[in-house]
């Protein structure tokens, strides 16, 4: 099907360019006979305005860009969910950038948007992220940037984030009071600020409980994780309590419990941040640090457009909206529960 | 900061504005020295060229929209996952909206994607679409669109879908084999394509092994359908086996069974379709059918390209990827696991 132009309206019409623009855009210097006739023959042709065009009179996208490492987990899906009742409201798209974790790839993504493309960006940084001046130069564009969950130091922008450090520590008290005595945190090799903020809050519950301690790296193949944490689990160090910084690497914990017939919490005791529905009905229930994940997207997301409408970029600044521990079977003391 | 424009460039190096595109652009016009004295001010004045200026002239938006139901929903995100794949390789952004199973909101979506601003559409049609012409209008404004998962009848296109009837029939099959005499199917009462397929697969072997059947009416609402799933295990009917078509209500009949006490598999036999990783973790582990999800994405995604740059619209056509079905102990004999 042809598209037409304003020109073939305008030629049709046997009106100039200026005064069909004129009256499909409402204005009062036309009078309400020619609009009608306009209107009449651009419904007729099935003329549609061209945003592009219209784009570059406004200079507004009416687009944010949400760059995030992965989308097939429960935390990053809630984020987005509450980004996109924001967005709507606001009549903006969202276009949906995913890193798996690759900072090259990420560096450019974001170049890919600073050609106008986008109003503003929502952000979690990729863990292998050491230098950020790609998110910098969006910035220097006059690219509003509000970062979440996962920030850079080097950026100084909003960041929205929780309550990483007292969580971690949260779960190292629990397991302390549940009886560990030596326990593990999973790790990304690849670093990321939560990871970093939740191992460094169960390391210091581990030290001042009296704990032995150590950590686990993991990669994003959950073949290897699951090999490195069987491994780890028959060990020397023989941990009786785990932490994971993350939902899935949890599920591998679980995993290789089945395997090794390590029985939780009899065996080995787990705590893990975890957003996803199934949590409380996994064989045992999982004790899971609830991150506000539909809460930070919304913020997230409200903040960028504040930034948008008024033309201003963010200075350093951090809003930390707290999560909530919910203790269930896999963290329990043994006579706290009817195991068997 | 300031944007520049060509306009600035042109005015800074005393040459037309003609001049400064056809060197930007490369064109052999231009000599090479002119060229080089307009890329070297353009670095220094840090000029970028503006991506809707270069759409108007390309036509492309170099852009494909997705439209489906809801993303905190494992098939989904693995579908988005296989999706970005695609469209990455061809230097494509993706911009997700989700309908919440509303169809106003569907249609004012679709209506808004038709201004340009996509090359292509891809799909899962909301559960209550009974008329789809905002779907047809894309269409037939020559912009391609591939159905996937919930299709719709009175859209001619390419679908991408899977075995849905097969898979509810070996669902309902399989319940017979373990002994089950009454069978309910979960439901949405917004009719979807796939729930109605997958309904009718599971009746029909009901028939074929003589087993009760009847369906429970569930909505978007977890708390609601909690009641109605609690209420019906509690009714005469008093089902001793059950199907559900998406993994959501598979959990809210864990939760319900919790509640009651009813035990999995032993009082009660389920099968559901199911994405998540933890299926397996699940206390009973749940007999889950998995839709190729990413597949799925990477398949539509594909499909999508070929008609974008080849200027075709897909005729009606079926594609359908097989799902399998992953027995375990929620959908076992009492003897054939050891139960306590």
Known sequence: MQKFT??????????????????LNNSHETNSETRERVIAMAVEMGYTPDVYASNLRSRKSKTIGVIIPEITNSFFSQVIDGIETV?????????????????????????????????GVLMSVSGSAKKNDHINALKSRNIPVVLFDRIADDVKTLKIITN???????????????GC???????????????????????????????????IGCLSDPETNLESIKCHLQSNFKPDGMFSPVEKLALVVYEACKTLDIK???DLKLVSFANMTAASLLQPPLTSIIQPAFEIGKQSCEALFKAIKNNFLHGDEEIILPSILVERESSMTCNAFSHK
């Open 6 to 23: 304003m020109k073939d309206l305008a030629s049709r019409l046997g009106l100039s360019i200026a005064t069909i623009s004129r009256a």
């Open 87 to 119: 967005a709507r409201k606001q009549g903006y798209h969202v276009l949906i950038h995913l890193t798996h974790e690759d900072h090259e790839r990420e560096v450019n993504l974001v170049r890919l948007l600073t050609d106008g493309r986008v109003d």
């Open 164 to 178: 990483d450090y007292h969580c971690g520590f949260m779960a190292g008290k629990l397991l302390a009071k549940s």
């Open 181 to 215: 005595k030596r326990i593990s945190s999973l790790s990304f090799l690849t670093d990321s600020s939560v990871d970093y903020k939740r191992r460094a809050g169960v390391e210091d519950a581990a030290r001042e409980y009296g704990l032995s301690y150590t950590t």
């Open 264 to 266: 939780i919490p009899l």
